[in-house]
Every structure is written in C-alpha cells, then in structure tokens.
C-alpha cells in the first residue's frame, strides 16, 4: 500500500515537472509586433509610421543596408495581437509630392532580429514611383 502511494506520488511529481519543462519559458514567448523596413534604392528614404488608427506619427529613416525597426511591445509576454502600423510616404521619386499611407503587417516575435523574427519589406523603385514590397 506505502509503496503504491509512492509510485503514485513519484509518478505525479514527474508528470507535473515534464508539463512545466514544455511550457516556453519568458525568453522564449513573444514579446513584441516587429516590422522591418529597408531600402534598396540605394538612397534613404524618408517616412512616418504609427501604431493603431489614433497613434502619434514617428518620423525615420530607411537606410541602405540595415533595416529599421517598428516594434510594438506586447503587455504581457506571449501575446500575439497589437494595433495596426501604418506607414506615410512620398511615392513619387521625382520633384512632385505623392504622400501614400499602407498599413504593414508584423509578426509576434521573441527577439529585434529582422531576419530571424520581423515580417520584412523594402522600399523599390519601379519607374518613378516608390513602392513597398514585402520580402517574406
């Protein structure tokens, strides 16, 4: 009987400690909305972005050769939903004004490594027109 109590104890004890070794521990859950954006236009580009429909508007730069980052940080970890981003920019590549607005999609990621974990776009040139294509 004590030693059927045992096994029993002893086989709840593992099953409970191999439960909680599978969950994903905080370093591996999702921590943030990442979008990249880089160019290969072989110039930097000027835009806006913003988080949701109200946000306030961020000005930066896409650069040759390095993505910039939009990041969206989750409350909690492990989370997979954040607002919309929106980026603004001139379209045309000429002298005139064309200002765009397109939303962007992201993805949940662990970590700010663009290749590994953002949903990624670059900024092209088709014509004279300055265009966002996703890369992923």
Same mark, same amino acid.
């Given at each position: 009987?004590?030693? /059927?109590?045992?096994?029993?104890?002893?086989?709840?004890?593992? !099953? %409970? !400690?191999? %439960?909680?070794?599978?969950?994903?521990?905080?370093?591996?859950?999702?921590?943030? &909305?990442?979008?990249? !954006?880089?160019?290969?236009? $072989?110039?930097?580009?000027?835009?806006?972005?913003?988080? $949701? *429909?109200?946000? &306030?508007?961020?000005? *930066?730069?896409? *650069?040759?050769?390095?993505?910039?980052?939009?990041?969206?940080?989750? @409350? #909690?970890?492990?989370?997979?939903?954040?607002?919309?981003?929106?980026?603004?920019?001139?379209?045309?590549?000429?002298?005139?004004?064309?200002?765009? #607005?397109?939303?962007?999609?992201?993805? &949940? &990621?662990?970590?700010? /490594?663009? @290749?590994?974990?953002? +949903?990624?776009?670059?900024?092209? !040139? +088709?014509?004279?027109?300055?265009?966002?294509?996703?890369? *992923?």
């Amino acid at each position: 009987m004590i030693h /059927n109590r045992l096994r029993l104890i002893l086989s709840l004890s593992l !099953l %409970t !400690l191999s %439960t909680f070794s599978s969950l994903p521990s905080y370093s591996q859950q999702q921590r943030y &909305a990442l979008t990249c !954006l880089g160019t290969n236009t $072989g110039t930097k580009i000027k835009f806006q972005y913003r988080w $949701g *429909d109200s946000g &306030a508007w961020n000005e *930066d730069t896409a *650069d040759p050769g390095r993505w910039t980052k939009m990041l969206w940080e989750y @409350e #909690t970890p492990g989370q997979n939903k954040s607002p919309t981003l929106t980026v603004k920019y001139d379209d045309d590549y000429t002298s005139s004004t064309h200002i765009v #607005t397109t939303p962007l999609k992201s993805y &949940a &990621a662990r970590d700010l /490594n663009c @290749e590994r974990s953002g +949903k990624t776009y670059n900024y092209y !040139l +088709k014509s004279s027109e300055l265009v966002i294509r996703s890369e *992923d």
